[in-house]
């Protein structure tokens, strides 16, 4: 639901920006809209909507994943013993 409410969104934002661009200055006093313009505005808008979706749903996905993975082991943290082994090679290397 927020995927499509953000894509949504962003595909307003972009269509509306690039709005303006497709009106080109006519001999006369007039303006007339490019309808090839509009319709590449358009679609680049749609696309840039469903990509922004597609991302926002995938972060969402991944923050609850690791939400999920964080509550697995009931909030117990353990450190792997060669890190409190005073005798460790990496403790050596690294001062």
Do not use: E, H, K
């Not at 995927?3 to 949504?8: C, E, K, M, N, Q």
């Amino acid at each position: 639901m927020l995927g499509a409410l953000v894509g949504g969104a962003v595909s307003a934002a972009a269509a509306a920006s690039g709005a303006g661009s497709c009106v080109a200055p006519a001999l006369g006093p007039s303006f007339a809209d490019d309808p090839v313009c509009d319709q590449l505005v358009r679609t680049l808008a749609l696309r840039v909507g469903l990509l922004s979706a597609l991302v926002t749903a995938l972060m969402v996905l991944t923050m609850v994943g690791l939400a999920r993975l964080a509550d697995q082991d009931g909030g117990r943290r353990t450190r792997p013993a060669r890190w409190s082994d005073p005798r460790s090679s990496s403790r050596r290397t690294a001062r």
